[in-house]
């Protein structure tokens, strides 16, 4: 399983970016994928997922500026991220599980692969 995060960037508060997760040895649609984020000197923390393909859970922090989705023809989920604020300045994670029961959707230490991270900074 690989997990191939990217999309991260420079942006001005107020501004969007979305991140892809590209996906190999696994199908997306099946599995619950999920977005964490760490800033420096913080611990990580989630963000967002998408539960066996289906629903959808959010941090209270990116509730109705960000959005989980997925493309299952690329085999990829992403992460549309607006309304972006200097305090969402993180490197970001994909990660996926398959097994993963719906009370640990939000807890890191569930998620069995993780992608390499994109570091998004989001200036004042």
């Known amino acids: 399983v690989q997990l191939q995060a990217s999309g991260g960037g420079l942006v001005q508060a107020g501004g969007s970016l979305r991140l892809s997760c590209a996906a190999s040895?696994?199908?997306?649609?099946?599995?619950?994928i999920a977005w964490f984020r760490q800033a420096p000197g913080k611990e990580r923390e989630f963000v967002a997922a998408?539960?066996?393909?289906?629903?959808?859970y959010y941090a209270d922090s990116v509730k109705g500026r960000f959005t989980i989705s997925g493309d299952n023809a690329k085999n990829t989920v992403f992460l549309l991220m607006n309304s972006l604020r200097p305090e969402d300045t993180a490197i970001y994670y994909c990660?996926?599980?398959?097994?993963?029961?719906?009370?640990?959707?939000?807890?890191?230490?569930?998620?069995?692969?993780w992608g390499q991270g994109t570091l998004v900074t989001v200036s004042s």
């Open positions: 990660a996926v599980d398959s097994s993963i029961i719906l009370s640990s959707v939000r807890a890191a230490r569930s998620y069995d692969h």
């Open positions: 040895g696994l199908t997306v649609s099946r599995q619950t």
């Open positions: 998408r539960f066996r393909g289906s629903n959808t």
